[in-house]
């Protein structure tokens, strides 16, 4: 079976006002059916790229697919229009984001919301009992249907949303940093109810976001990118546990925000590249503390992990 | 005992908005930040710990209670004397973007905060730069915020809280934006500075593990009230109140990677 989602070497540029930068640079990425993908990275790796990228989101005027595919169930949508996108929209593939109060309509009651996303899907059910088993399925009362978004708390509307997008029974449901506006106990809530919801309809999921911890406990497959390229990618046990490239290796010694036996905090030195200055090396040369004098030249094709997990990654000091 | 740098003594403050009930944001909590000492002040979204905070630097009144620095209670000071003893009292905020003056450079940044008349500006405040990182210093003088990496937005933001030479310096989420990989640079640069100069720090953050790790001390907050406080290191590993516990077990735990020996 053709998986959900396939990115396929992409390559997207954004160009204005005469600057061009890599948000993705010869990105492969698969999510198979049913399957719990992460995607970590700091700001500027191009994860939210690859988000939007998976709905035909990226801005058109600004936005170009350079070379690489983009495949959606084995379909080639790479070059669709806005129209044919609209039909992928929401059923196979829908996204829940950060914040959900800019994505709900602020003068529309919930209960309306996910009945037209419902109508829009499955024209011959029942709405109203359909609405009120996706508020269910949320563990939102049935109340909330006769809220407005404002007068929900950040935790129901990301529920709200969710169910939104549930209405259109994507088989897909891509997540970019659903929980980080939310507090760690209702972020906790959020994150048992997208496990739960994932099991009970067998959907696949891409979960984007910088907090390796939430990716951890979520995923069963992790994709690391760094500066628009992604650099490892394997089973959450291997890629978390035994890290092979240094820039996972450097960013998990971060996240655990424990000192040393000198008392220091793990660090990378330096700061992200731009992505409109990048060279053909790999991108975290400048940081990396394995840096040899072929990173500067090119970036290496994927290739297993040397002494760690069955992970694979891109870093010359594993060919 | 030493008198503290900062005695936060029964703050209230509730705010009211027409047509609802007051909200009770500090309800008579009571906290004090020794001389060079570490306070994490955790809690989630609407605990109340930032209200707490902008009590403590002055920038809002608390409804009764007294803000007691070095000895002096700010209520009391006249408009001078005020302004004299907050020099001592520094802030660092989350977005350093929007709390540097964007129309400004670094170095009329850096020249807004230094004493006058205490040799060149320029020197004084290049050595500053090159303190937080920003090195050479000379070379950032120049730039305006929006020409460097948040990174070293944040690095800005705190030499120019260093130069008034602060004896406590209160930072609200100052990490909240930093990715993680450069999170370890601001927090050794922040435990430099203590060693160096003796500074106190009252963190208010909602992050535990970097509370745990980087705080002598921790207070706990919920609805307005200090729920537990204690040891950072005892109550953030094994707390005792019920809500600390939850906000603890909340935290996806990442074990720590094998083989890590590549860095430092």
Redesign the interface.
Same mark, same amino acid.
């Given at each position: 079976m053709a998986p959900i989602l396939e990115f396929d070497a992409l390559r997207l540029a954004y160009r204005a006002r005469g600057t061009v930068a890599y948000a993705m640079n010869d990105v492969s990425l698969v999510v198979g059916e049913g399957e719990a993908v992460g995607l970590v990275g700091?700001?500027g790796s191009g994860k939210s790229t690859l988000a939007r990228a998976t709905l035909g989101l990226t801005p058109r005027r600004i936005a170009t697919i350079e070379s690489g595919r983009i495949l959606i169930g084995g379909t080639d949508v790479t070059r669709f229009s806005e129209d044919q996108w609209q039909a992928m929209r929401g059923n196979p593939v829908a996204m829940v984001f950060q914040d959900p109060l800019s994505y709900l309509n602020p003068v529309m009651r919930v209960g309306k919301q996910i009945a037209e996303s419902v109508r829009a899907h499955a024209p011959g059910l029942a709405v109203a009992t359909r609405v009120v088993e996706l508020l269910s399925l949320v563990k939102l009362p049935a109340a909330a249907a006769d809220a407005y978004p404002h007068e929900l708390s950040g935790g129901m509307r990301q529920r709200a949303l969710l169910a939104v997008a549930l209405g259109c029974e994507p088989k897909l449901l891509v997540a970019d940093e659903p929980t980080t506006a939310l507090?760690?106990?209702t972020?906790?809530e959020i994150?048992a109810l997208i496990r739960e919801l994932r099991e009970r309809l067998g959907m696949a999921l891409l979960l984007i976001s910088?907090?390796?911890?939430?990716v951890?406990?979520a995923c069963d497959r992790i994709y690391v990118m760094y500066a628009g390229h992604t650099v490892e990618w394997g089973a959450t046990a291997d890629v978390?546990?035994?890290?092979a490239h240094?820039?996972t290796? @450097?960013?998990?010694?971060?996240?655990?925000? !424990?000192?040393?036996s000198e008392?220091?905090?793990?660090?990378?030195?330096g700061?992200?590249p731009n992505l409109s200055e990048l060279s053909p090396g790999c991108p975290f040369t400048p940081?990396c503390?394995?840096a040899r004098a072929e990173c500067r030249e090119s970036m290496p094709a994927p290739s297993p992990a040397r002494?760690?997990g069955a992970q694979t990654l891109r870093c010359w000091a594993h060919r | 005992m030493a008198e503290p740098i900062l005695r936060l003594e029964n703050i209230s403050k509730s705010f009211r908005r027409p047509g609802h009930a007051p909200v009770q944001a500090v309800d008579n909590v009571s906290l004090e930040v020794g001389r060079g000492e570490t306070v994490a002040l955790v809690g989630?979204?609407g605990s109340g710990k930032s209200t707490l905070g902008r009590i403590a630097l002055g920038l809002l009144a608390p409804d009764s209670g007294r803000v007691v620095l070095e000895g002096k209670v700010l209520r009391e000071l006249s408009a001078s004397e005020l302004r004299q003893a907050r020099i001592a009292m520094q802030p660092i905020f989350q977005d350093a973007s929007s709390s540097l003056n964007p129309r400004r450079s670094a170095r009329e940044l850096m020249a807004q905060a230094l004493p006058e008349a205490k040799g060149s500006v320029d020197e004084q405040a290049a050595r500053l730069l090159d303190r937080v990182g920003l090195s050479p210093g000379r070379d950032y003088l120049a730039r305006f915020p929006h020409e460097i990496?948040?990174?070293?937005r944040q690095r800005l933001a705190i030499a120019r809280a260093l130069a008034m030479n602060p004896k406590l310096i209160i930072a609200d989420e100052p990490l909240s934006g930093a990715?993680?990989?450069?999170? @370890?640079?601001v927090?050794?640069l922040l435990?430099d500075i203590k060693e160096e100069r003796g500074v106190a720090y009252l963190m208010i953050t909602?992050?535990?593990?970097?509370a745990?790790?980087?705080a002598d001390r921790v207070a706990v907050m919920q609805r307005g009230v200090i729920v537990e406080t204690g040891p950072a290191a005892q109550v953030l590993t094994s707390p005792s109140h019920p809500y600390t516990r939850?906000?603890v !077990?909340?935290?996806?735990?990442?074990?720590?990677?094998?083989?890590?020996s590549?860095?430092?």
């Open positions: 700091e700001s507090d760690v106990t972020q906790a994150l910088h907090d390796l911890g939430i951890a406990s978390f546990q035994r890290p240094p820039y290796v @450097g960013l998990l010694k971060a996240a655990q925000a !424990a000192r040393n008392g220091r905090f793990a660090t990378i030195s700061d992200p940081r503390p394995q002494n760690a | 989630e979204s990496s948040g990174g070293q990715d993680v990989s450069i999170r @370890g640079q927090l050794n435990l909602h992050d535990i593990s970097i745990r790790h980087f939850e906000l !077990a909340a935290v996806p735990v990442l074990a720590a990677p094998e083989a890590a590549i860095y430092r």
